[in-house]
C-alpha cells in the first residue's frame, strides 16, 4: 500500500505544478492582452491626432 499512497501524492504534486504553470499562462496571456490593447489604443490616438494634422 505504501507505492500506492506515494503514487497519489505524486500525483497530486504534479497536478499542482500543472496547475500553477497553467495559472502563470493564463496571467502572461492577460499581460499580452493588456499590451496589445494598449498598444492599440496609442495606434489609435496617434492615427486620430495625424487626422487632425492633416485636416489643419
Do not use: F, P, W, Y
Not at 504534486?13 to 495559472?23: D, F, G, I, R
Not at 493588456?34 to 492633416?54: F, K, N, P, Q, Y
Amino acid at each position: 500500500m505504501q507505492s500506492v499512497s506515494n503514487l497519489h501524492a505524486a500525483g497530486q504534486a504534479e497536478s499542482c505544478t500543472l496547475l500553477q504553470e497553467a495559472t502563470l499562462l493564463r496571467c502572461k496571456v492577460d499581460a499580452l492582452q493588456t499590451e496589445a490593447e494598449e498598444a492599440g489604443s496609442e495606434r489609435d490616438c496617434l492615427a486620430m491626432h495625424c487626422e487632425i494634422l492633416a485636416e489643419q
